[in-house]
């Protein structure tokens, strides 16, 4: 016994600078994973009579955010594509919230008419509709078309869930107050809407169409807001942070996520979890009930680009989007 005891004396003297830089480097890091993890939405605000979609909701920052609505018990509507992968998170949901209000709707945004379906489905089916969240979103596709012609990117991030939240508005406006959540990215931020080749056919570049249809997220956000004063229907777009998702699914395989050696990486990006947050905020902190149109980034306001507060680019957007999908 002696003997470890004083083995392990001279362990530590031998090594006191060593084992100094290892706990100092282990607190750091603790320190930088929490800082990463990015806000959190502290809002204890009940769900309970109230209805949510939520567009994208079978993986990813959409299933965590629908999961902790569900928590806080709103009826929530899962909007998906594929029916197997939504049919399984809404029994994960159930299962983990313990609210058994938990559905599925088939929704495709790369086709005007599976959004048509949807809101029809939606319109005559539902009593009300307090919370809208176009979460649904791909990234850096190769050159794709939707149903329409439109291209991928702009189709499902921007012109379907443009759809979508219009054929809805009527019922968010007779719900109100009520809340349209969007999530967008900080990639808008080196966006621009080119109006001259939307479709970017002459040069599609995936990372340029990407920070296009995330602009166009924030300037839908701030013409609906304006367009919405008075109604009790409020608007709010957010980046939720890098978050492990699938999302890079067209880049890199996201299977890395689950690879142990990149370890010290993963540390410095948020879990779908942690990424849900902002979005989670947006949608029911009590402290934004009377603000619209406005930008978030882990739970706080954040000034967007200044490409996406130019109200003529919005409106411009606006008028295009329209006439693209056949509301005018
Ligand atoms: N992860 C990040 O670091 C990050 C950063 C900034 C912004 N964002 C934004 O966060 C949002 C959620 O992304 P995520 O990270 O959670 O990615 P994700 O794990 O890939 O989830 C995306 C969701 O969108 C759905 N979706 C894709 N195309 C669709 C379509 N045509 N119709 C209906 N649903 C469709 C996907 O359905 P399937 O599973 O069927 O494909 C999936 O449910 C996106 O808008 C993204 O731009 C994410
Ligand atoms: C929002 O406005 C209403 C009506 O003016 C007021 O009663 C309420 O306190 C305000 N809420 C917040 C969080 O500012």
Not at 5 to 28: K, N, P, W, Y
Not at 36 to 61: E, P
Not at 279 to 284: H, W
Request: glycine content about 6%.
């Amino acid at each position: 016994m002696q003997h470890y005891v004083e083995a392990a004396r001279d362990f530590v003297e031998a090594h006191a600078i060593g084992l100094t830089v290892a706990v100092v480097t282990g607190a750091s890091l603790l320190a930088l994973r929490r800082w990463m993890a990015g806000g959190v939405c502290r809002s204890k605000a009940r769900l309970d009579g109230k209805t949510v979609l939520i567009t994208g909701a079978n993986t990813g920052i959409g299933k965590e955010t629908a999961l902790d609505l569900a928590r806080r018990g709103a009826r929530v509507i899962l909007a998906c594509r594929d029916l197997t992968k939504a049919h399984m998170a809404a029994n994960y949901i159930r299962q983990q919230s313990g609210n058994s209000n938990v559905v599925v709707k088939r929704l495709d945004l790369a086709s005007l008419q599976s959004v048509r379906d949807l809101a029809k489905d939606v319109l005559i089916n539902e009593d009300r509709l307090d919370i809208l969240i176009n979460n649904a979103g791909l990234m850096m596709c190769p050159k794709w078309k939707t149903d329409d012609g439109f291209e991928m990117q702009f189709g499902v991030n921007h012109l379907g869930h443009f759809l979508l939240t219009n054929l809805l508005i009527d019922m968010l406006k007779k719900s109100a107050p009520s809340r349209v959540v969007i999530v967008s990215s900080l990639a808008h931020e080196k966006g621009r809407i080119h109006f001259e080749d939307i479709h970017l056919d002459l040069d599609y570049q995936p990372v340029v169409s990407y920070r296009q249809s995330k602009l166009a997220n924030v300037l839908f956000c701030r013409e609906l807001a304006i367009r919405m004063k008075g109604t009790g229907v409020n608007t709010y777009c957010l980046h939720p942070g890098v978050v492990r998702t699938e999302l890079g699914r067209h880049t890199f395989p996201t299977s890395l996520w689950k690879n142990p050696l990149l370890c010290p990486f993963l540390m410095m990006i948020k879990s779908p979890r942690e990424g849900a947050q902002t979005s989670i905020f947006c949608a029911v902190d009590e402290s934004l009930a009377n603000v619209t149109g406005l930008y978030y980034s882990d739970c706080a306001l954040k000034t967007p680009a200044p490409a996406a507060m130019d109200d003529s680019v919005a409106k411009r957007l606006w008028a295009l989007s329209s006439s693209m999908v056949g509301l005018v």
